[in-house]
């Protein structure tokens, strides 16, 4: 999996506390000796647009542990509770911000 020039950019400008704009993503990509492209450049600032990368990469960081299962009295049926798993959730997550990028 190649991973986009673009985002890490605005990760880049993100850390450095700069903001994500069209023309500062396009400095960085062009310091890095990337071929740019204006208009994707142009997506990506406005799509970032009040996304906490902190939060999210927090998120993303944290590691999922199972805690272990209480075991159900005797005669007690236990419910089953769906939960999405965070796991999905983060590559559902990657897969909307790649498909910008195609």
Do not use: R
């Amino acid at each position: 999996m190649k991973i986009d020039p673009y985002l890490h950019a605005a990760l880049l400008l993100q850390g450095a506390g700069k903001e994500i704009s069209k023309d500062n993503l396009v400095s960085v990509l062009k310091a890095a000796g990337v071929s740019v492209e204006d208009a994707k450049a142009q997506v990506l600032s406005e799509a970032v647009k009040g996304i906490n990368f902190e939060e999210l990469l927090k998120a993303a960081a944290m590691p999922v542990t199972a805690a272990p299962a209480a075991a159900a009295p005797a005669g007690e049926v236990k419910k089953e509770e769906k939960k999405e798993d965070p796991a999905k959730q983060e590559a559902a997550a990657a897969e909307g911000l790649a498909s910008l990028f195609g």
